[in-house]
């Protein structure tokens, strides 16, 4: 048997096990050392009735959240030579230093590194060679990080920050560092003006700082505040049992429902109108990436739980000219071929919960924030070096998506009543 202890700030709050069986299967079990109602490892792991044991057959997905991807996960398996590198494996390697407030340790160990420096929002915002940097940061930086996704990204603290030793060593990293690829040219300065968009039509995003040369963008981590506190977070995949492997699966109707089981009942009307605003925005901008590792939520405890920022949203359709949504829109309309505008109307009010007179409202919110994104990309296209091409045909799509979107004809005057 393998087995990891979980900390969150100074306290060992669990064991998680790998229990081989004699059937050649594997038993995954989370044990908590005590009754807690705040020291929780996941909002589908909360001690109740004094259970304080939780099993599974599979890798838990809460775990998985923060396994590695892509060009990372490659990286370490080379380094490590290892052909195949298992999920518990790789939680042992890099779950001393995740983007979540569980750690996970080998026994007997404490958390005592600090994260890496990174340079500061000013460094970064005035760097004119960020593929160069990204590439000195990585070399120096320890494969050992828990941040999931496919773009490169590193984990690293602001050197300014005059937080104490102590609260320095529990807090961990305070940003992720992402970084443009010659597959994705310009991916820095994409999101960047997506989040502009979010942002413009009332949706919370993270502080973001992006390069001179739009290479790079500096993403502040939203679950931690001013004192170094780390806030819970979860994933809509991990509330839904899915993993990195099955982030596509299931559609955005059964993913609202799922999150706004967890949020605190007065704030469930706020965030339906927040994602039916996301999957509105996501059409428009041609993001066919919003899958379920995208959207999650923060805590304190099972009693205080809102909707996290909204996070990694790019515009997917100038790289990827037949690209498709990433999830299915609802239950009712299982398809992954970008939406009629009528079924949208449909959806907003199902999981929305808007009425008519709403969801005009809301879309022209997201009309009006999408313009000013048009905007936004144009003056990037004249003020950062070969990016004008690309940027103008990002203008062009937006444009024509939303002149396409609002000429579909309408079912609003006919539609349901909306659920309350």
Not at 184 to 205: H, I, Q, Y
Not at 308 to 323: E, F, G, Q, R
Not at 329 to 342: A, H, N, Q, V
């Amino acid at each position: 048997m393998r087995t990891l202890d979980a900390w969150i700030e100074d306290r060992r709050v669990g064991v998680f096990s790998e229990d081989p069986q004699p059937d050649g299967s594997t038993r995954y079990a989370f044990q908590y050392d005590e009754l807690t109602s705040k020291d929780i490892v996941s909002l589908t792991m909360v001690p109740i009735d004094g259970e304080l044991r939780f099993e599974s057959p599979t890798f838990p997905p809460p775990f998985d959240m923060i396994l590695p991807e892509g060009e990372r996960r490659a990286r370490i398996e080379q380094a490590r030579k290892i052909l195949r590198t298992d999920s518990f494996s790789l939680l042992s390697y890099v779950g001393a230093n995740p983007v979540n407030r569980v750690r996970f340790l080998l026994p007997g160990e404490t958390p005592q590194e600090d994260p890496p420096p990174i340079p500061t929002p000013k460094e970064i915002a005035d760097t004119r060679q960020g593929r160069e940097l990204f590439r000195e940061l990585v070399a120096r930086t320890d494969l050992r990080q828990g941040v999931a996704g496919v773009q490169p990204k590193i984990l690293g603290a602001d050197a300014a920050s005059k937080l104490s030793d102590d609260a320095r060593q529990f807090r961990g990293s305070t940003h992720l560092l992402k970084a443009s690829t010659s597959q994705f040219p310009f991916l820095a300065v994409n999101e960047r003006t997506c989040l502009d968009v979010l942002a413009e039509a009332g949706v919370t995003v993270p502080k973001t700082t992006l390069s001179a040369d739009g290479e790079l963008l500096l993403v502040e981590r939203f679950d931690l505040d001013k004192h170094g506190k780390l806030a819970g977070f979860e994933e809509a995949a991990a509330l839904l049992g899915e993993t990195s492997a099955t982030k596509y699966n299931r559609d955005y109707g059964t993913m609202i429902e799922v999150l706004c089981e967890s949020i605190a009942p007065k704030l469930q009307e706020s965030a339906r109108s927040t994602l039916l605003k996301c999957v509105v925005l996501n059409h428009l901008l041609g993001n066919g990436d919003a899958h379920l590792k995208n959207f999650g939520v923060i805590y304190e405890d099972p009693r205080n739980v809102s909707l996290a920022p909204v996070y990694d949203c790019v515009s997917t359709l100038p790289y990827i000219p037949n690209d498709v949504p990433a999830l299915a829109l609802s239950f009712e309309w299982y398809s992954k071929d970008w939406w009629p505008r009528t079924k949208i109307e449909e959806f907003a009010g199902h999981y929305g919960s808007l009425s008519p007179a709403e969801i005009r409202r809301s879309f022209d919110q997201c009309y009006g924030a999408v313009h000013h994104g048009v905007q936004t990309v144009t003056q990037f296209g004249r003020d950062i070096d070969g990016f004008a091409e690309l940027a103008q045909r990002i203008a062009t799509l937006w444009t024509e998506r939303v002149a396409a979107f609002r000429a579909e004809s309408s079912s609003l005057k006919k539609s349901s009543t909306p659920r309350r």
